[in-house]
């Protein structure tokens, strides 16, 4: 294989776990949110932060060269999992 090629490949295989270990984390703290939401009775969503942190990444993401609504797109995916996460909390 072109070694070039190579580390561009090896350099993606890192940021990729990176990656993986971010989101492991912050579905650590998520689920802490989902449990004291519950015991607080406090409801699983809340639109009004989404809509904060949505726009907040937006720009984020146009600020990094990135495209926003991918980055959208990917946030959109992650918020729903939590909340499914703590739609199933309060139903224990």
């Not at 990656?19 to 703290?29: C, D, G």
């Not at 009004?48 to 959208?72: S, V, W």
């Amino acid at each position: 294989m072109d070694e070039t090629l190579k580390r561009y490949r090896e350099s993606i295989d890192n940021i990729d776990a990176a990656l993986v270990f971010m989101l492991a984390e912050r579905f650590k703290v998520t689920q802490a949110v989902g449990e004291y939401k519950a015991s607080h009775d406090l409801p699983p969503a809340d639109p009004g932060r989404e809509e904060r942190q949505i726009a907040r990444l937006r720009q984020l993401a146009a600020d990094a060269k990135l495209d926003p609504d991918f980055t959208e797109k990917f946030l959109r995916f992650i918020i729903d999992e939590v909340i499914r996460h703590h739609e199933r909390l309060r139903e224990v």
